[in-house]
T-cell receptor, first 117, second 109 residues
Framework: GAVVSQHPSWVICKSGTSVKIECRSL??????MFWYRQFPKQSLMLMAT?????????EQGVEKDKFLINHASLTLSTLTVTSAHPEDSSFYIC?????????????FGEGSRLTVL | GQNIDQPTEMTATEGAIVQINCTYQ??????LFWYQQHAGEAPTFLSY??LDGLEEKGRFSSFLSRSKGYSYLLLKELQMKDSASYLC??????????WGAGTKLIIKP
């Protein structure tokens, strides 16, 4: 099946610094990638939809200037958490949809656990 | 509005059978997915139903009734490794998955 790789898996940073998380589709082209955040024991929360070659679409309540998304190629999307604060500590997960896959199945990355000190 | 309803938690015994129900309301419908999520990990795909009826895949089966807005995931011959959260995710008219909080399944020996 299709593989999505996310890096880094774990990151610890100081408050006020920026962190970049990469999401790569390894064996397929993904015109659309999704970024989620998940707090403990809660459901996945869609943060934004990333479309290759265009600006990301952010969900209501998600600050676009704080969570910068770049989808520069059909296999790579990045999420940068700028000026991170402890409340940004969470599990960030990306997913991608294979452009050639009619059912719209999402393939998930392994997730990135961010801890802001 | 769009809504997913699943039990918060279920407990079952190793070797037994368990059925996890899901009712949903979405703006349009383009199929329903079931994902498994172990604690601290990303979700993994289990099944996809777009037509009414039962889809069987090994120990796991998934059922859909579009007219009732209802689906269930049936797990047979439960193993300890099946302890996880199970997420029911219908796809709306914009092909966006709608996520609920999932059902935490606890398997006891």
């Amino acid at each position: 099946g299709a593989v999505v790789s996310q890096h880094p898996s774990w990151v610890i940073c100081k408050s006020g610094t920026s962190v970049k998380i990469e999401c790569r589709s390894l064996d397929f082209q993904a015109t659309t990638m999704f970024w989620y955040r998940q707090f403990p024991k809660q459901s996945l929360m869609l943060m934004a939809t990333s479309n290759e070659g265009s600006k990301a679409t952010y969900e209501q309540g998600v600050e676009k200037d704080k969570f910068l998304i770049n989808h520069a190629s059909l296999t790579l999307s990045t999420l940068t958490v700028t000026s991170a604060h402890p409340e940004d500590s969470s599990f960030y997960i990306c997913s991608a949809r294979d452009r050639g896959f009619d059912t719209g199945e999402l393939f998930f990355g392994e997730g990135s656990r961010l801890t802001v000190l | 509005g769009q809504n997913i309803d699943q039990p918060t938690e279920m407990t079952a015994t190793e070797g037994a059978i368990v059925q996890i129900n899901c009712t949903y309301q979405t703006s349009g419908f383009n199929g329903l997915f079931w994902y498994q999520q172990h604690a601290g990990e990303a979700p993994t795909f289990l099944s996809y139903n777009v037509l009414d009826g039962l889809e069987e895949k090994g120990r796991f089966s998934s059922f859909l009734s579009r007219s009732k807005g209802y689906s269930y995931l049936l797990l047979k011959e439960l193993q300890m490794k099946d302890s996880a959260s199970y997420l029911c995710a219908p796809m709306d008219s914009n092909y966006q998955l709608i996520w609920g909080a999932g059902t935490k399944l606890i398997i006891k020996p």
